[in-house]
Every structure is written in C-alpha cells, then in structure tokens.
C-alpha cells in the first residue's frame, strides 16, 4: 500500500507541474532592420552547429511577413518547420527542447530543393514575439543534418534557436 501511495504521489505531481517559459531575448542584432527595405533581415542557416548551409531571410512587405531558406554551397532543403509567434508559446516538451513536428508551418521538399518561400499575413501572428526556423538538410544528397536560424538558444538541452521581431517597427 505504500508504495501505491508513493507512486500515486509522483503521478500527480508529473501531472500538475506546469512548464514556465524561461525564453528571454536578450540580442538586438536578431531584430528586423527597420531601415532595412522592407525591413529584409538575413540570418545564418545553421547545419548541424558547424556549417553555414545558407541564409534564412525575413521581410514585411504588402501586409505579409515574408521567410524565406536559400542554401548554398551544396546544401539541399528536405523539409522546413516555422515558428512565428508568442515566445511563451514556441512548441516545447517538458526539458525545452523544441517539437518542431507541432511548428504551424512545415513542409516536405523534392529533392535538389534549395529555397523555400513563406508568405504569412501579419495577421496571423502577435505583433511582437519570436521566430524559429527550422530545416532538415542534406548536403549533395549525403550528408544529413539538422537546421536552424541563426539566433539565441532555446531553453532546453538541444541548440536549437530562435530570435525576436517586431511587425509594428517594419510599417
């Protein structure tokens, strides 16, 4: 009976604890160019942590926020997982890490793909908040690796990242 007690205990407790957001961006640099045209910001595509695979850009241009992932150098863009909204809210599991699975905007790619364009009404989204790109890479069809827009790390233990915008300082 006591360890039934006990067990039950941990049951609840994993049940009724709750994730607090610890995402605190803290690097400017990441934010639209408001002087920029169109506020047209180009970051680092990440791959793996050690190769730059392209560039991940974002632009407000007619009402849409604009992504878009260029590789370069080989790379090749299998499937791409996008993030736009409230910090607190970026899809997460219990340690931080990301389920990009649940980003509201994905998709698969053909082979030899190097650029993928998303246009997304500014309507959709916060504002204010953060993005976080994310693509599954190949180079020359070989080697796999993992993608992500240059920005702040997530909490968490994987080194996937994010960085904030605001759609007001681009109109």
Known sequence: MKNFTILTLIILCLISCSKESSIE???DSRKFNPNAENCYTPVDLIAGQNYTAGIVSYQVSNGELIVTYSTTGGWEIDATHLYVGSCDEIPTNRPGNPRVGQFPYKSTE?????EVVWNIPVSEFPDCGCIAAHAELNLNGNQEETGWASGEQLPGNSWAMFFDY??????
């Open 166 to 171: 605001c759609v007001s300082d681009c109109l």
């Open 25 to 27: 961006v803290t690097d």
């Open 110 to 114: 053909e082979n030899g793909t190097t």
